[in-house]
């Protein structure tokens, strides 16, 4: 009798886990389901100045702004390209742009946006960040470059 009795509390166990389990993933996928009316694209928006300082301190962590614009509301911050090689960081802001027909134009005080990252110093010598600016006449990048020097 008693191995009937553990026997069907472990049943009822597995069977609450496996309950709860699909529970938890029809609330996961209904919660992150995008809007199904509404397609996006991704856009690297030019970098339009930065706010960095003029020297870094060795394994000192530093805040690093980057101001951007938005044209229309359909635009909203998605991620922060970053990418490192050796002491040189390349930098862009990859906007998500809805595209819908209710978008409009925003004010220069509501289009202006900026974002801040940290960045750990863990190395001598001099960093060189690169902000992207948009394309050339050529369709060649072009970038806001600052050179900046570690200090002991």
Do not use: W
């Not at 553990?6 to 529970?23: A, D, F, G, P, V």
């Not at 369709?139 to 020097?149: H, K, N, R, S």
């Amino acid at each position: 009798m008693k191995s009937q009795i553990h026997e069907y509390q472990k049943k009822y166990y597995t069977m609450s886990k496996r309950i709860l389990s699909l529970l938890a993933l029809f609330f996961l996928f209904n919660s992150c389901t995008p809007d199904s009316d509404t397609n996006y694209l991704f856009e690297l928006r030019p970098i339009e100045s930065v706010d960095i300082p003029d020297h870094f301190i060795l394994g000192q962590t530093y805040p690093i702004k980057v101001h951007y614009t938005k044209p229309t509301s359909c635009y909203s911050f998605s991620s922060l390209y970053y990418d490192k090689d050796l002491n040189v960081r390349t930098v862009a802001i990859e906007n998500a742009v809805a595209q819908r027909s209710d978008c409009h134009e925003l004010s220069t005080a509501d289009a202006v946006a900026d974002y801040t990252f940290n960045f750990y110093v863990t190395s001598n010598g001099s960093y060189i960040f690169k902000f992207y600016q948009g394309q050339d006449a050529n369709g060649q990048a072009i970038f806001l470059q600052y050179e900046v020097p570690v200090t002991n």
